[in-house]
């Protein structure tokens, strides 16, 4: 089985926060774009949050992202994963992001919210041991897959709604 690469990271130097998922799915591989299976909630989110909804072309709700503060990314930069869910991705086979570099450059970010519990293991078993020092809050929201189906919408939006709060 091949690895499937994820995508450069979406971030404004002056990014405050920092999503993460895992890693793209089959349908965000083909298209090129995070988030692009159109049950995934991601964008319909963003669209309530900061208007960068799914009836937008992608770049405009990338540069939507950017003007309010969020960058977007995924821990894993490869993995082997014989379909789009989390559970399949093949831990032996994931190599990582890096977040030495890229906390270098984003050094105004102060809060990483994960797209559920896959992207917030990667992340505290990779990549925080690595970062001496690092002091962010660390949030893991309900991931917007359509695979979690536990959390209605509002329910997902109201937690999702912390990335635009101010900080505590």
């Given at each position: 089985?091949?690895?499937?690469?994820?995508?450069?990271?979406?971030?404004?130097?002056s990014?405050?926060?920092?999503?993460?998922?895992?890693?793209?799915?089959?349908?965000?591989?083909?298209?090129?774009?995070?988030?692009?299976?159109?049950?995934n909630?991601?964008?319909r989110?963003?669209?309530?949050?900061?208007?960068a909804?799914?009836?937008?072309?992608?770049?405009?709700?990338?540069?939507r992202?950017?003007?309010a503060?969020?960058?977007?990314?995924?821990?894993?930069?490869?993995?082997?994963?014989?379909?789009?869910?989390?559970?399949d991705?093949?831990?032996s086979?994931?190599?990582?992001?890096?977040?030495?570099?890229?906390?270098?450059?984003?050094?105004?970010?102060?809060?990483?919210?994960?797209?559920?519990?896959?992207?917030?293991?990667?992340?505290?078993?990779?990549?925080?041991?690595?970062?001496?020092?690092?002091?962010?809050?660390l949030?893991?929201?309900?991931?917007?897959?359509?695979?979690?189906?536990?959390?209605?919408?509002?329910?997902k939006?109201?937690?999702?709604?912390a990335?635009?709060?101010?900080?505590?």
């Open positions: 089985m091949a690895l499937s690469h994820g995508f450069p990271p979406v971030a404004d130097k990014a405050r926060v920092l999503v993460l998922g895992s890693l793209p799915g089959r349908a965000s591989l083909a298209a090129h774009e995070y988030y692009a299976n159109k049950q909630a991601f964008w989110i963003m669209g309530d949050l900061v208007d909804g799914p009836a937008l072309p992608y770049v405009q709700r990338l540069k992202l950017n003007a503060g969020i960058a977007l990314w995924d821990v894993m930069a490869a993995g082997e994963r014989p379909g789009s869910l989390d559970a991705i093949v831990k086979s994931v190599r990582i992001n890096d977040f030495s570099a890229f906390f270098a450059v984003h050094r105004s970010i102060a809060r990483v919210f994960f797209n559920g519990g896959a992207a917030e293991a990667a992340f505290r078993r990779h990549v925080l041991p690595g970062l001496q020092g690092a002091d962010f809050q949030i893991r929201l309900p991931s917007t897959s359509p695979a979690h189906a536990a959390s209605s919408y509002a329910d939006l109201a937690a999702w709604s990335i635009i709060a101010p900080p505590k």
